[in-house]
């Protein structure tokens, strides 16, 4: 069973900045990515940003791009995404995301088989 273990999120102040990590428990069951999506109250759950295990390739939702950062630790089986410049709007729950083997629609909730628990990011003055 993979376990995907999340940590960071909290509070901040608009402009400011937050970590999040996500650690695979299970490392030979993992696919051949990660995604981040967030859930705002009363809306859908969207995507955020993705990447590959192999190469690094990132994928970003327009929202985000040029504030986040997603990086990756291939031995620790870990991934993480750096979030600058946070707005009020960034609100959610975020959630990792493990892909089930090889999926090419990153950006698409479906390529996801395994999912963390989730941890709350608020930004408000």
């Known amino acids: 069973q993979v376990q995907l273990e999340q940590s960071g999120g909290g509070f901040v102040q608009p402009g400011g900045s937050l970590r999040l990590s996500c650690v695979v428990s299970e490392r030979t069951f993992r696919g051949n990515a990660m995604g981040w999506f967030r859930q705002a109250p009363g809306k859908e759950r969207e995507f955020v940003s993705a990447i590959k295990w192999n190469g690094g390739a990132t994928y970003y939702a327009d929202s985000v791009k040029g504030r986040f950062t997603a990086s990756k630790d291939n031995a620790r089986s870990a991934v993480y995404l750096q979030m600058n410049s946070l707005k009020p709007e960034d609100t959610a729950i975020y959630y990792c995301?493990?892909?089930?083997?090889?999926?090419?629609?990153?950006?698409?909730?479906?390529?996801?088989?395994?999912w963390g628990q989730g941890t709350q990011v608020t930004v408000s003055s």
């Open positions: 995301a493990s892909t089930t083997g090889i999926q090419s629609s990153l950006r698409l909730s479906s390529a996801y088989g395994y």
